[in-house]
């Protein structure tokens, strides 16, 4: 028990932050060699052996077509984590490139992105992409053409402000002074200095993005019926649930899981950065410190 709150608690420790990324890890690593991890195909039909419960053969059951469900779950971990990660990808390059724009110009571009920005972010995003998703019909491409459109604006917002706080800085009036160009300045001095929040927004936006997509699926606006992925999974077993608690269980858990390891990441990602950062300030003001 104090193993598990130590796991979970809010300024972990060294053991308990290798014990998160071990466990992120492991699971990555089980998605990622999902051909031969899982003992069966995905899409391996038995229908004499259909709701077979959880044994020897079959580490998690069947589902209703006789589908090794353990195996699924790991190829069905391989759709998802990939397209949220090309989501968060394709966010982050889109915002950051607008917010590099609207903060270092200012000026209309930077009062039309951001009355833009805020017009999307009074509406819910999910349902944005649920209305995108349902006129564009099924497919991946739309899932991930949805979810994109919704979620770039964060990734502009914060980087923005950050160009914005980081312009008015010496070093950028120093680069600027010795006329070095615009596309230089934003690409030398300002970006480096604002990876390390970027990359705990990436963190956190990866749990969002795979809840919204595994939600789209479950809903029936994402992928295929059929298709290995956590969401449909939940959706295809929703006949089953009190019969076959374990068809719901197995994908929720997963989501779950993953989910919560992700964001444990981006707790010790921003913990990293916030200390050292402080160690930086920590030694500027030793050096800096007159000498008595």
Known sequence: MARSRRLFQTRPDAKSRETRVGLLALLILLIVLAPLAAPYPPDQIDILNRLA????????GTDQMGRDVFSRLLYAGRLTTGAALLVVLASALTGTLLGCIAGYLGGWPDQLLMRFCEGLSVLPALAIAMIIAGVMGLGLAVVLLALTAVH??????????????ERAKLYVQAAEALGSSRKRIVHRHLLPNITAPLLTMAAYSLSWVIL???GLSFLGLGVEPGTAEWGRMIADARNHMRSHPHLVLAPGLTITAFVMLVNLLGDGIGDRMRARHTNLLTLRKTILKPRS
């Not at 419960?53 to 998690?60: I, M, S």
């Not at 770039?152 to 706080?165: D, F, G, K, S």
């Open 53 to 60: 419960p959880p044994g020897w053969q079959h580490f998690l």
């Open 152 to 165: 770039w604006t964060e990734y502009a917002r914060l980087v923005r402000n950050m160009i914005l706080v």
């Open 212 to 214: 919204a997509f595994a």
